[in-house]
């Protein structure tokens, strides 16, 4: 008996794939617990609806993503930050605070998805990766900024 799979059936397949079975282990066992479903010729058409139209979702988050990364890549993301005597800033720079200021210029990326290669605990330039889905990942560069200094230089600019 020819029949498509609903969910994952260990040892037999994964969802959506069609598979050839005993009659009665069908009956008696993938059927009843509602495994499967007959392999007629509308829920193949179904089927075959159903996965083209997951494969154009798929190439238009694609498409999404590529622009995103397009737009964000090569961004230099300003973070002032309160400095210590010796040079350090107060805590790190985490992802979370890097994702808030990517929120800030318009980007809405999760913390999950900052990739940072060191610890930030100095002023300074950092690469910073952030990861994409599909495998894709883009650069930008972290610059983080004494904010005193800042200030500093925001009223000699008005002067």
């Given at each position: 008996m020819k029949v498509i799979l609903l969910q994952d059936v260990e040892n037999l397949g994964k969802k959506d794939e069609i598979k050839e079975v005993a009659d009665g282990y069908a009956r008696n066992f993938l059927l009843p617990n509602n495994l499967v479903k007959s392999a007629t010729e509308s829920a193949l058409e179904e089927l075959d609806k159903k996965k083209k139209l997951e494969t154009n979702l798929a190439e238009e988050e694609l498409k999404q993503i590529e622009e995103a990364i397009s737009k964000?890549?090569?961004?230099?993301?300003?973070?002032?930050?309160?400095?210590?005597?010796?040079?350090?800033?107060?805590?790190?720079?985490?992802?979370?605070?890097?994702?808030?200021?990517?929120?800030?210029?318009?980007?809405?990326?999760?913390?999950?998805?900052?990739?940072?290669?060191?610890?930030?605990?100095?002023?300074?330039?950092?690469?910073?990766?952030?990861?994409?889905?599909?495998?894709?990942?883009?650069?930008?560069?972290?610059?983080?900024?004494?904010?005193?200094?800042?200030?500093?230089?925001?009223?000699?600019?008005?002067?």
């Open positions: 964000i890549e090569g961004q230099e993301i300003e973070i002032l930050v309160k400095i210590k005597d010796n040079g350090e800033i107060f805590g790190s720079i985490t992802p979370f605070k890097i994702s808030q200021a990517l929120k800030k210029k318009g980007f809405d990326i999760k913390k999950d998805h900052v990739n940072l290669k060191e610890q930030i605990k100095k002023t300074g330039e950092y690469p910073v990766t952030i990861n994409f889905e599909h495998g894709l990942e883009a650069e930008i560069k972290i610059i983080i900024v004494d904010e005193k200094a800042e200030a500093e230089k925001e009223i000699k600019e008005e002067s």
